[in-house]
């Protein structure tokens, strides 16, 4: 299925003035833009309705799993469900980006920013307290709460997953009247949530499930085609330019990789000050585009982590004992940690911990990066 795109009548001569631009609204590659035609998820989204459907009528909604690789939906399916959610009356939704906020504490604390309007106080303000000051304003609005853990395998990543868990699935024991309702949205497709749980967080958590794939070359050509009608000016951006991004896109397997292409392609023809996108300003940013999850997941590292992927880069293929005392020498922490360090890096597919085997010495693992050198440092 090709999606229709007007293509502009070729004018070398095309210059834009000071105050022009290819682009009709730019937002729409931004990313927290929420398309109104969400394109190729009915499914998934008739099974996530079909959860949260009770919060409507004020009772617990059913909890959810939502899995899929970067870059499939999932997190537009998210926020368009509770934009139309958030519409309702005594209903609360919150999606919380556990990237950011990895710990339970800091989830409390974005769903207590989301009902007092307000942050909690950063330190002094004990997690049963703050807690219990949500679910008590809970309870006395007769409000359904429904948490969006977005990304959660970032809290599997710090051993944060099944305490958080356990309080927001329990919290009607604690204090009768509170209804909450749990997504979780994985992009880690090896990472079992369920059977990464407590058994005590099992015991209650028995979620409906909707798998995002990814897109193949039509949906992806179809879903950037609507995105080009929506965002760019009439014409400004040709049929064949628009093919070339669909292809780059699908071999990435990443919505997000186009989307950013889009943008950065119509930014490089305005640099040219030109009136239309082309092949060459495609070519000119694709290779930054390709690396857009790779530079999100760098800068979301932690001081401490981004000192390991660095001490990892300075020794590539080493082993991870001789990497832990090159790394220990800048950090001073300890091996367990530094353990954990490593396994969530690989976890985050930055670097790669294989076990080899070592004549005379057992198994032993060795480090390397996951993505070329040069693009790993630039980023650092």
């Known amino acids: 299925m090709r999606t229709h795109v007007t293509a502009m009548a070729d004018d070398s001569d095309g210059m834009l003035s000071w105050d022009e631009s290819v682009f009709r609204d730019e937002h729409v590659f931004e990313i927290d833009y929420v398309p109104e035609a969400f394109r190729h998820r009915e499914s998934q989204l008739q099974t996530l309705q079909y959860a949260l459907r009770p919060a409507v009528r004020g009772n617990r909604p059913l909890n959810a799993i939502v899995r899929g690789p970067p870059g499939t939906g999932k997190t537009t399916a998210i926020q368009k469900l509770f934009g139309e959610l958030g519409g309702q009356p005594g209903v609360r939704p919150v999606r919380v980006n556990c990237q950011v906020d990895g710990t339970r504490y800091g989830v409390f604390s974005r769903v207590f920013q989301s009902i007092f309007d307000y942050e909690p106080p950063s330190s002094g303000v004990s997690f049963k307290k703050l807690f219990g000051q949500v679910a008590d304003r809970l309870v006395d609005e007769e409000e359904v709460l429904v948490v969006a853990l977005d990304d959660v395998n970032y809290l599997f990543y710090e051993n944060e997953a099944s305490d958080t868990l356990y309080s927001l699935l329990r919290a009607h024991e604690t204090h009768p009247g509170a209804k909450v309702g749990v997504v979780l949205v994985s992009s880690d497709t090896d990472l079992d949530v369920v059977e990464a749980l407590d058994g005590r967080v099992q015991s209650v958590f028995r979620p409906e499930e909707a798998y995002f794939p990814i897109y193949d070359r039509e949906e992806v050509a179809d879903i950037l085609g609507e995105r080009v009608r929506v965002g760019f000016r009439d014409g400004a951006l040709p049929m064949s330019v628009l093919d070339r991004v669909a292809e780059q896109t699908a071999e990435a397997g990443d919505l997000r990789v186009g989307i950013d292409m889009l943008r ?61 005392d090159a790394f ?53």
């Open 264 to 324: 950065r392609a119509g930014l490089h023809a305005e640099s040219r000050a030109s009136e239309t996108v082309s092949i060459e300003d495609v070519e000119a940013v694709s290779e930054r585009a390709r690396n857009h999850r790779l530079t999100r997941d760098i800068e979301a590292l932690s001081d401490v982590e981004r000192a390991l992927l660095e001490t990892v880069a300075a020794h590539d293929g080493d082993r991870a004992g001789d990497v832990y």
């Open 328 to 380: 220990a020498e800048r950090t001073d922490l300890g091996y367990t940690r530094y353990t954990e360090l490593v396994n969530k890096l690989d976890r985050l597919d930055l670097i790669d911990a294989r076990y080899e085997s070592l004549e005379g010495r057992g198994r032993s693992r060795t480090l390397t990066l996951a993505h070329d050198a040069d693009a790993v440092e630039r980023r650092l």
